[in-house]
């Protein structure tokens, strides 16, 4: 049987038109919907397919209601020859587990399994605008049971095995697939082509198939709001406190640096007063949480769970920034819940790293060593964590949201049967009072996490342990070393098979050294690829180190396409796929704004954007605008920090 | 289907606006009349393709409808059952001073709109559009068609644009081509200055008498409180903010919902290239008169359109081997009351007449298909076009000496002074003075008034927001400047570069380098709304409009 793609999509609404149920979940009857973006680049990876194997079949799969004909029938349009939609009411108000439950299940009844013997691979897109959680390809693949890359942005094929390059922290990874595999697309991957008049003439003349859920021969109780190991127990609105943008003006570049100064000093105590709060929230609305008072009886439902675990993310024999980060998170629920931090790390040598995690705020540190675990991967990282899992529950899991945290954290979940919330911004410990079974839960990890494009707030709970995490990077600070700080280091013998090792890493290219400064500087300035075309960046840089002189903790970063071409290093790329940082004051120049490089900086304390367009979206988003050629203004603006200005700042101790 | 690639239909008709599908309607009503009760029955392959997103989003229009030709395209239809949006209750004509505005005692001749709807075109298509459908066209929106397709020197068929095609016109990775359709008849509707019809009435030299000339006509919607501005109430304006010498006017149109659809036509065949439609615009908003009415609303929505209004004179052969042309793209309009939208029914329903007639005989040749226009002379609206078929060129040395033509014109049935009874008209883009020459150019003359307040008046930018523009920025610039030497060397130094100014969207930006001082033309083609402007009335023809890809452009919605 010849080779077949199978992409997952999703119908979503359009952004400007999402709005939820009372039920906190999203109203979907409502809203104009569109195929969800990075489904799009899915989609057009499975096409890309046809150049490879010109005569494979192409499947399109998704889950839904039966309105995602309209997008599915674009999929058709596209150069799919198939669309399957699995549509039951049993399945409303599942989560991204039951989801991958009953989406394999429809994969296994149509004849695709691990064996092989009818090769597949299934193509998906990297997360979906109304979940935002990226879990579900994870967990479609985890319960096939095969191998998979996520975050990809570059697919090779080669005959019985695929070549992908996955956006990894600081850089990126080349790893070789068998086939079967489960690949999911970055929106940095090839755009999605139009559909051609002829595709869209024999999509109106195909059917798109439907299925119910008793076809898949899927288990009822495993979907739905009741097999969904999560819900969501709040939402609320955030609103945007960032006013309009001031745009500076005057004849003179001289006018403008002068301008820019006046007014940065009437603000000044608040940039110098630390990191602003951008986010306000609006308690708008409380779904199915209630006052203490209720009366109800506590139940524990932990069932013995015991211990906060953390992933320990190893850059070689190094741990992750994010890594450190979740350790205050750590170690503050389990101080409140009076229980102890494990830290779980998976490498080759990096038993000395026990100790530095142990400073860091573990209670204990356990080591997974092998020499074939030298670089992450996802199955036997999934193997080793799920066996200890399995064998000491602990009653939370947390992981940094990094491109690897967020694939195996899902994983993770569907293996053991536990809920994860993805990309938290903040986690507390509360109760939460179930009206229908008249009882309340204590202790209930609360999991707070942006959504609906970082319009909503919503609080994710579940009853299931080990209760599973993961923190967004650049959200938490890191904890305060302390070298006489005691812990236990112990040693951990998952049993591998040999299927956990199908992955190879071809290629591992990170750069951190010295970029690493980007998050904790008070003020970062970066360059657009203009301004690295015109001088190499050099005025950034020159600005930067005038910032410095003045003992100013300043660093520069640059945009994806400066990064491209070649004029500054990947570790300073600032945006989706490079780094997200949060300083009190960003200074954006040449930049036009594209929602890549807006993704990576929206959250500082105070934006300036310079650029020549005044149509740039960067405006939009920024608190002060000049427009002029930033040759003329930036000059002006190093003379005006010479002679002592600081954009507010304080020199740094 | 035949093989990958092309696809095979009896007729493509190129434009989903109330012309193309008009013809689509009445030809699958003729169809399915003829085959009632046969047994060997005529099959319908009919193929519509629209550039539009969605059906009715390109479409703009005033509009106060003359209902005579709808009714009889959809005879099962009754009149309250018509998508239209009320009755025009009142008809009022005002000469605009630049602070007051005078009533006339009586509407022009022409202009009445006594029995007639205001209305909204996007509905109307939309309403169309469903019918066709129903009756068993296959309609397909979202689709743009950039090419012709010739065999030995006759057309059989056209093809969709490739897409996945970079901003140098190299195929990207997600490179699709167009779909070729081969067809025995080509309906051409695509609206006022159709890119495939203005090459194919050059090509196969059509022009009969004058060229075609055009106004621009630029459009808002807005929602006014209840009680503002009455639905059907109908206003009519000369004067401000033309000059005397320049042919143009206002319109405010009340409608349901509270709404007003507000908005001028201006002629391109107008002298001084720093006028700007858009900006002219928003100085007649700001007048205390039009002010007034909007004063406490909001705006909903924008748009800008070309109008064919050479009338009677510029309309070309309608017809050729394998093609017929309809609605705007072939001047269907009706001056002085600025109306399109009844013709373009009936020349899409005549020319399905004459579809059907060379489906049953399975001859598309231009012999067949002149019985086209020997329909259209026996029709309403010829007698109509006839009757003013020298108004616009009356008018093309401005308003006093085109009011005396006009009123010659009623006295001789027409005619008006000139002896062969056909005035001649001149091609709008050959009308420029040279910049230095123009006494107090509107540019200058306005200085002052042209700062937007962003409620009342507003930038291009802005109001392109409000069109609802989208273009996919990978795709080759679709406005195409031929020369760009042109621009900076010749154009710029002596007519200013009219672009920048005409363009209602401000695709066109002239930039001046602040180091050299050097004048250069940057394009932001997403900006576009497709309304022709800088196809008809670049100086030196040095911009050539072509389609972007299909499902690109502005979302009229409504207007």
């Known amino acids: 049987m010849g080779l077949k793609i199978i992409s997952l999509m999703k119908q979503v609404p359009l952004p400007t038109e999402m709005r939820m149920g009372a039920d906190g979940l999203m109203d979907r009857t409502k809203a104009?919907?569109?195929?969800?973006?990075?489904?799009?680049?899915?989609?057009?990876?499975?096409?890309?397919?046809?150049?490879?194997?010109?005569?494979?079949?192409?499947?399109?799969?998704?889950?839904?209601?039966?309105?995602?004909?309209?997008?599915?029938?674009?999929?058709?349009?596209?150069?799919?020859?198939?669309?399957?939609?699995?549509?039951?009411?049993?399945?409303?108000?599942?989560?991204?587990?039951?989801?991958?439950?009953?989406?394999?299940?429809?994969?296994?009844?149509?004849?695709?399994?691990?064996?092989?013997?009818?090769?597949?691979?299934?193509?998906?897109?990297?997360?979906?605008?109304?979940?935002?959680?990226?879990?579900?390809?994870?967990?479609?693949?985890?319960?096939?049971?095969?191998?998979?890359?996520?975050?990809?942005?570059?697919?090779?094929?080669?005959?019985?095995?695929?070549?992908?390059?996955?956006?990894?922290?600081?850089?990126?990874?080349?790893?070789?697939?068998?086939?079967?595999?489960?690949?999911?697309?970055?929106?940095?991957?090839?755009?999605?082509?139009?559909?051609?008049?002829?595709?869209?003439?024999?999509?109106?003349?195909?059917?798109?198939?439907?299925?119910?859920?008793?076809?898949?021969?899927?288990?009822?109780?495993?979907?739905?709001?009741?097999?969904?190991?999560?819900?969501?127990?709040?939402?609320?609105?955030?609103?945007?406190?960032?006013?309009?943008?001031?745009?500076?003006?005057?004849?003179?570049?001289?006018?403008?640096?002068?301008?820019?100064?006046?007014?940065?000093?009437?603000?000044?105590?608040?940039?110098?007063?630390?990191?602003?709060?951008?986010?306000?929230?609006?308690?708008?609305?409380?779904?199915?949480?209630?006052?203490?008072?209720?009366?109800?009886?506590?139940?524990?439902?932990?069932?013995?769970?015991?211990?906060?675990?953390?992933?320990?993310?190893?850059?070689?024999?190094?741990?992750?920034?994010?890594?450190?980060?979740?350790?205050?998170?750590?170690?503050?629920?389990?101080?409140?819940?009076?229980?102890?931090?494990?830290?779980?790390?998976?490498?080759?040598?990096?038993?000395?790293?026990?100790?530095?995690?142990?400073?860091?705020?573990?209670?204990?540190?356990?080591?997974?060593?092998?020499?074939?675990?030298?670089?992450?991967?996802?199955?036997?990282?999934?193997?080793?964590?799920?066996?200890?899992?399995?064998?000491?529950?602990?009653?939370?899991?947390?992981?940094?949201?990094?491109?690897?945290?967020?694939?195996?954290?899902?994983?993770?979940?569907?293996?053991?049967?536990?809920?994860?919330?993805?990309?938290?911004?903040?986690?507390?410990?509360?109760?939460?009072?179930?009206?229908?079974?008249?009882?309340?839960?204590?202790?209930?990890?609360?999991?707070?996490?942006?959504?609906?494009?970082?319009?909503?707030?919503?609080?994710?709970?579940?009853?299931?342990?080990?209760?599973?995490?993961?923190?967004?990077?650049?959200?938490?600070?890191?904890?305060?070393?302390?070298?006489?700080?005691?812990?236990?280091?112990?040693?951990?013998?998952?049993?591998?098979?040999?299927?956990?090792?199908?992955?190879?890493?071809?290629?591992?290219?990170?750069?951190?050294?010295?970029?690493?400064?980007?998050?904790?500087?008070?003020?970062?300035?970066?360059?657009?690829?203009?301004?690295?075309?015109?001088?190499?960046?050099?005025?950034?840089?020159?600005?930067?180190?005038?910032?410095?002189?003045?003992?100013?903790?300043?660093?520069?970063?640059?945009?994806?396409?400066?990064?491209?071409?070649?004029?500054?290093?990947?570790?300073?790329?600032?945006?989706?796929?490079?780094?997200?940082?949060?300083?009190?004051?960003?200074?954006?120049?040449?930049?036009?704004?594209?929602?890549?490089?807006?993704?990576?900086?929206?959250?500082?304390?105070?934006?300036?954007?310079?650029?020549?367009?005044?149509?740039?979206?960067?405006?939009?988003?920024?608190?002060?605008?000049?427009?002029?050629?930033?040759?003329?203004?930036?000059?002006?603006?190093?003379?005006?920090?010479?002679?002592?200005?600081?954009?507010?700042?304080?020199?740094?101790? | 289907m035949t093989k990958s690639g092309f696809i095979e239909t009896d007729i493509l008709v190129i434009g989903g606006g109330v012309a193309g599908l008009s013809f689509a309607i009445h030809i699958a009503d003729l169809v399915e009349k003829h085959n009632q009760g046969l047994s060997n029955k005529l099959p319908l392959n009919v193929l519509l393709l629209e550039k539009g997103a969605s059906l009715g989003s390109h479409s703009l229009s005033g509009a106060v409808v003359n209902p005579s030709t709808i009714k009889e395209l959809l005879p099962e239809i009754a009149e309250k059952d018509l998508p239209f949006d009320s009755p025009v209750t009142k008809d009022e004509f005002y000469h605009l001073l630049p602070q007051h505005a005078i009533r006339m005692p009586f509407t022009p001749p022409f202009m009445g709109n006594r029995g007639n709807f205001v209305a909204s075109i996007g509905k109307i298509t939309r309403f169309l559009g469903e019918i066709a459908e129903k009756k068993g066209v296959q309609v397909y929106p979202g689709f743009s068609v950039d090419e012709l397709l010739y065999e030995n020197g006759q057309v059989v068929g056209a093809k969709t644009i490739d897409t996945g095609v970079d901003k140098h016109g190299k195929p990207m990775e997600n490179f699709q081509p167009g779909t070729k359709v081969l067809a025995k008849l080509v309906i051409l509707a695509e609206g006022p200055r159709g890119s495939l019809s203005t090459k194919f009435i050059r090509k196969h030299e059509l022009v009969k008498n004058n060229p075609q000339v055009y106004s621009t006509g630029v459009k808002e919607l807005w929602d006014v409180p209840e009680g503002t501005f009455q639905a059907g109430r109908v206003i009519h304006t000369l004067g401000f903010p033309f000059e005397f010498n320049h042919f143009g006017g206002g319109f405010i149109y009340g409608m349901n919902s509270r709404q007003v659809a507000v908005g001028i036509a201006a002629a391109l065949d107008y002298k001084d290239p720093t006028f700007n439609p858009h900006a002219a615009f928003q100085l007649y908003k700001k007048h205390p008169f039009v002010a007034k009415i909007l004063e406490k609303g909001r705006i909903l929505k924008y748009g800008a359109k070309t109008i064919p209004e050479g009338g009677f004179y510029s309309l070309p052969q309608l017809y050729h081997d394998h093609v017929m042309i309809v609605g705007d793209s072939a001047g269907f309009l009706s001056m002085p009351s600025l109306k399109g939208i009844h013709l373009a029914i009936e020349s899409g329903m005549l020319a399905a007449q004459t579809a059907f007639e060379a489906l049953q005989k399975n001859d598309f040749s231009k012999g067949q298909l002149q019985s086209y226009e020997d329909r259209y002379q026996k029709s309403s609206g010829y007698k109509n076009l006839y009757r003013v078929r020298n108004f616009r060129a009356g008018f093309q040395y401005g308003m006093i000496l085109g009011a005396f033509h006009f009123a010659w014109q009623i006295v001789t049935g027409g005619r008006g002074i000139a002896p062969s009874g056909k005035m001649r008209l001149h091609e709008d883009a050959s009308c420029y003075q040279k910049l230095p020459d123009v006494k107090n150019p509107f540019l200058t003359k306005f200085k002052k008034e042209l700062n937007f307040d962003k409620k009342l008046t507003f930038d291009k930018v802005t109001d392109v927001f409000y069109s609802g523009s989208k273009h996919d920025e990978e795709q080759p610039c679709h406005c195409r400047v031929l020369d760009f030497d042109l621009c900076r060397d010749i154009c710029i130094p002596k007519y200013g570069g009219p672009c920048q100014h005409f363009c209602p969207a401000e695709v066109y930006e002239i930039v001046t380098d602040p180091k050299t001082g050097k004048k250069d033309l940057h394009l932001h083609p997403a900006n576009c709304v497709h309304c022709k402007t800088c196809d008809i009335n670049d100086p030196f023809g040095n911009i050539e409009w072509a389609v972007p890809y299909g499902g690109d452009g502005p979302e009229y919605e409504n207007l």
Request: net charge neutral; aromatic share 6%; with cysteine.
């Open chain 1, 32 to 653: 104009k919907s569109i195929i969800n973006n990075d489904c799009s680049f899915g989609l057009e990876q499975g096409l890309q397919i046809k150049k490879y194997v010109p005569d494979v079949e192409l499947i399109v799969v998704s889950m839904g209601p039966p309105s995602f004909e309209q997008s599915m029938k674009k999929a058709l349009a596209m150069g799919y020859d198939r669309a399957i939609l699995l549509s039951d009411r049993k399945l409303g108000g599942s989560d991204t587990f039951a989801t991958g439950y009953a989406i394999s299940s429809l994969i296994k009844k149509l004849g695709f399994d691990k064996s092989g013997k009818n090769p597949f691979i299934i193509f998906s897109g990297r997360q979906t605008t109304d979940g935002d959680t990226a879990h579900v390809p994870s967990q479609t693949a985890e319960n096939l049971g095969i191998p998979q890359a996520t975050f990809v942005e570059k697919v090779e094929f080669q005959s019985d095995h695929l070549k992908v390059r996955r956006i990894i922290e600081g850089g990126y990874q080349v790893l070789r697939l068998p086939i079967p595999c489960l690949i999911s697309i970055a929106p940095t991957a090839t755009p999605a082509r139009r559909p051609s008049l002829e595709g869209a003439i024999r999509a109106r003349n195909t059917k798109m198939e439907v299925w119910t859920l008793d076809q898949t021969g899927a288990d009822a109780s495993v979907v739905g709001l009741n097999g969904s190991p999560t819900l969501v127990s709040k939402v609320v609105d955030i609103q945007k406190d960032r006013p309009p943008v001031n745009m500076i003006t005057g004849p003179t570049n001289k006018d403008l640096a002068e301008g820019l100064v006046a007014e940065i000093e009437k603000i000044k105590d608040q940039i110098a007063g630390g990191h602003t709060q951008v986010l306000t929230k609006d308690e708008k609305q409380e779904v199915a949480e209630a006052k203490t008072d209720s009366g109800f009886p506590k139940v524990d439902f932990r069932q013995g769970a015991y211990g906060v675990m953390t992933w320990v993310e190893m850059h070689g024999q190094k741990p992750s920034r994010s890594s450190l980060e979740i350790l205050s998170q750590a170690r503050k629920l389990a101080d409140q819940l009076s229980t102890k931090v494990i830290s779980i790390m998976v490498g080759h040598n990096i038993k000395s790293v026990a100790q530095e995690i142990i400073a860091y705020g573990a209670d204990e540190a356990v080591v997974v060593d092998d020499p074939r675990l030298k670089e992450y991967t996802t199955l036997p990282t999934a193997a080793a964590i799920g066996q200890y899992i399995e064998k000491n529950r602990p009653e939370i899991a947390l992981f940094g949201a990094t491109t690897s945290g967020r694939e195996l954290a899902p994983r993770l979940a569907s293996r053991v049967r536990a809920g994860v919330t993805a990309d938290c911004t903040s986690l507390e410990v509360g109760e939460y009072v179930h009206r229908m079974k008249k009882t309340v839960f204590y202790p209930v990890l609360q999991s707070i996490r942006p959504t609906y494009g970082e319009s909503k707030l919503a609080t994710i709970i579940g009853f299931w342990c080990p209760q599973m995490a993961t923190a967004r990077p650049g959200t938490f600070k890191i904890p305060k070393r302390d070298s006489n700080r005691k812990g236990t280091v112990t040693e951990f013998k998952p049993v591998f098979k040999d299927s956990d090792f199908v992955v190879e890493v071809v290629e591992t290219k990170r750069e951190e050294g010295g970029a690493d400064n980007l998050f904790v500087a008070d003020i970062v300035i970066s360059g657009g690829r203009p301004a690295g075309e015109h001088d190499d960046l050099k005025l950034i840089k020159e600005l930067t180190q005038a910032l410095q002189d003045q003992g100013i903790n300043a660093d520069w970063g640059a945009s994806r396409h400066a990064v491209d071409n070649g004029y500054a290093p990947y570790g300073r790329q600032v945006g989706q796929t490079g780094k997200t940082i949060r300083p009190k004051v960003y200074v954006a120049v040449a930049i036009s704004g594209a929602i890549q490089h807006l993704a990576g900086m929206k959250e500082s304390g105070k934006i300036i954007a310079i650029n020549q367009d005044p149509q740039a979206p960067i405006f939009r988003h920024a608190d002060f605008g000049i427009v002029r050629d930033y040759q003329e203004v930036l000059p002006e603006l190093i003379g005006k920090v010479k002679a002592g200005f600081t954009f507010g700042l304080n020199p740094s101790k």
